[in-house]
């Protein structure tokens, strides 16, 4: 039985893109025989007790190691002090065949000296700006494959990389026929992540109220900081649903006509889907993909949330609505791009033996 340890985390500030990501490669791997177990610091909104509700052993590290660590969900972690930490929750574990670090705040060193848990190990990244030492490299991002060889100067020369969203970690669901374009939209999603530290589905709230007859639903993410204001809003408009998270955001999705959301893991769902989207970046990593990718011919892009103007996002919410041809392009563009199944690609990958006489792999798009 092939075992593997992935170290994610998930908070209010980091978002909870990793930790899904991670765990759609999770249930593919324990589908396939693997023991499956999670490494994750205790910060506001942690996953443990969802991942040990999924059936997963998931091991608590500490939130903060003790010196004043910076919040920005790209600072580099004290990564001695969390080797230290996992290294005490470990102390009984064999050697693992797989350890999947996704994280920003760590690199090559910490990946180094992590092969003391494990034979191989595997970064799922999406920035491209640090030494990584690995024997394999996941960027699902359309910015990975539109750039000339982003991870040239950061891994060495027998790292296997899979770059762009032909290797999106999606679940099966995603294997699905397109969403049906109609004649104007009726139906309106809008998530911004898990969280929504940002705040910015209360301010599309806000932009929606100028449009009378939508149907939207509004999934606001654990801990959103407007919830009783949008709360108050959505009593008074009986065609809106505000929820907190959804059992089946999958359906939610087939539902709707547009979606109106962040750059992070959910534009591969909504690729997957033809789902035209109007997309608002909530962070900096999100920005030079969502730019591509509107450029593209994908989406709508209206630039960071933190420069959007309101009568911006209803001008452009006016416009799709009664757009079908716009619609319609984008959804065959975005179909284009993803076909749902990433995770059995680097499934295979991780149960492969070691290819050793092929240095230098770079899998955008070629292969099974």
């Given amino acids: 039985m092939m075992r593997v340890l992935i170290r994610a985390d998930a908070s209010v500030t980091i978002g909870s893109g990793h930790i899904a990501r991670c765990l759609t490669l999770a249930d593919t791997l324990r589908h396939d025989g693997a023991d499956v177990r999670f490494a994750c610091r205790q910060l506001p909104g942690h996953p443990l007790q969802r991942l040990a509700d999924q059936g ?11 010196a004043v660590e910076d919040d920005d969900i790209e600072a580099a972690l004290p990564w001695q002090a969390d080797l230290s930490a996992l290294a005490e929750q470990l102390a009984d574990e ?4 797989w350890l999947i670090v996704d994280h920003y705040g760590l690199d090559a060193r910490w990946e180094r000296a992590a092969r003391v848990f494990a034979e191989r190990i595997m970064s799922i990244d999406d920035l491209a700006n640090r030494p990584h030492a690995v024997e394999v490299l996941l960027d699902q991002n359309y910015s990975a ?5 982003p991870y040239a100067t ?6 296997q990389t899979f770059l762009g969203p032909r290797f999106a970690l ?3 669901e995603f294997q699905c026929e397109p969403v049906v374009i109609k004649p104007r939209v009726e139906r309106v999603l809008v998530n911004f992540g898990g969280f929504d530290a940002a705040g910015q589905v209360y301010a599309t709230m806000l932009a929606l109220q100028a449009f009378d007859g939508l149907h939207v639903d509004f999934v606001a993410g654990l801990h959103n900081p407007h919830w009783l204001a949008m709360s108050e809003l959505v009593a008074s408009r009986p065609e809106w649903r505000l929820h907190t998270l959804t059992d089946d955001f999958f ?9 109106i959301g962040a750059g992070g893991g959910t534009t591969w ?6 789902l035209p989207t109007i997309c608002i970046s909530v962070a900096n990593n999100q920005q030079l993909n969502a730019q591509l990718l509107a450029d593209a011919g994908v989406h709508l892009y209206l630039g960071p949330h933190v420069a ?13 609505c009664g757009d079908a041809a716009l619609r319609r392009s984008y959804a065959d563009q975005s179909r284009l791009l993803v076909d749902g199944r990433g995770a059995r690609r680097i499934a295979d990958a991780l149960a492969a033996p070691a290819n050793t006489d092929r240095p230098d792999t770079v899998a955008t798009g070629q292969g099974a």
């Fill in 94 to 97: 064999p050697p693992f065949d």
């Fill in 251 to 259: 359906a939610l999705m087939q539902s709707v006509d547009l979606f």
């Fill in 170 to 172: 999606l679940r099966d």
């Fill in 308 to 320: 959007l103007d309101p009568g911006r996002l209803r001008d452009a919410i006016e416009g799709l």
């Fill in 154 to 159: 950061w891994v060495g020369s027998q790292c």
């Fill in 56 to 66: 997963y052993v998931a091991y608590a590290l500490p939130a903060r190691y003790g």
């Fill in 145 to 149: 494959q539109a750039l000339d060889q």
């Fill in 269 to 274: 769902e909504r690729a997957a889907l033809g």
